[in-house]
């Protein structure tokens, strides 16, 4: 079974500095991975995925992820974050194939800082 | 396009009542789930359907029961509520088949069980 690990519960970052939020996972087959936004009291939406080809993913408002298959990890970065960028972020694994299990990571709150 | 909806989205109740969520899609998704959300938790899988009249037990299914007669709703049921069942729930839905589809997921109902 995928399991998908956040390491860091909580990240407070300055207005206009760069950030990076940790994401490792652990499958033994091929996987899907995704990350997901949650602003205050609304549900979780996409922000980016990684299904195949480059490594380097992008995705919506200014933010990137990159798969790094070697160190099974898939870290979401922003080179200079906004106070709107405050919000629950989470990593998700799925293996590739079948059903669409989505395992989600237990989530990192990024809070920017004026 | 309203996506996905959930009523209610708060409900209290007392211990022993019972209850019914309701989700609804307009997206013509074939795949709907079921999951809560708690503090340092992640999202967890309660249930899930991959399509109407199928239903299937996901991570923590125990004190719950779904139902999934029409393709475009997907109810949760706790027939007996507890404490430990307080929690924020999220209906979430996506398409079927090989392609990886995002999961869309709806605003969430925040429940409280005294």
């Known amino acids: 079974a995928q399991s998908v690990t956040q390491l860091d519960s909580q990240v407070p970052v300055f207005e206009e500095a760069p950030v990076e939020l940790r994401c490792n996972y652990s499958s033994s087959v091929s996987v899907y991975l995704f990350w997901y936004v949650q602003y205050p009291n609304q549900g979780l939406q996409l922000l980016l995925k990684y299904l195949s080809g480059s490594t380097l993913v992008k995705g919506i408002n200014g933010f990137e992820a990159e798969f790094n298959k070697s160190q099974t990890s898939f870290h979401l970065r922003k080179p200079s974050v906004h106070i709107s960028d405050t919000a629950e972020y989470f990593c998700?694994?799925?293996?590739?194939?079948?059903?669409?299990?989505?395992?989600f990571g237990t989530g990192t709150k990024l809070q920017v800082i004026p | 396009n309203a996506g996905v909806t959930q009523t209610p989205k708060f409900r209290v109740l007392k211990t022993g009542q019972s209850m019914t969520l309701l989700c609804a899609q307009d997206?013509?998704?074939?795949?709907m789930y079921w999951y809560r959300q708690d503090p340092g938790m992640g999202l967890r899988l309660i249930h899930y359907?991959?399509?109407?009249?199928?239903?299937a037990k996901g991570e923590v299914p125990d004190g719950y029961n779904v139902s999934r007669l029409k393709k475009q709703n997907f109810l949760l049921g706790l027939e007996s509520a507890a404490p430990s069942q307080t929690s924020v729930y999220f209906c979430?839905?996506?398409?079927?088949?090989?392609?990886?589809?995002?999961?869309?997921f709806g605003p969430g109902t925040r429940l409280t069980v005294l």
């Open positions: 979430a839905s996506s398409y079927s088949g090989t392609k990886v589809n995002e999961q869309f």
């Open positions: 359907s991959v399509g109407e009249g199928t239903t």
């Open positions: 998700a694994v799925r293996i590739s194939g079948g059903y669409q299990k989505v395992t």
């Open positions: 997206m013509n998704h074939e795949y």
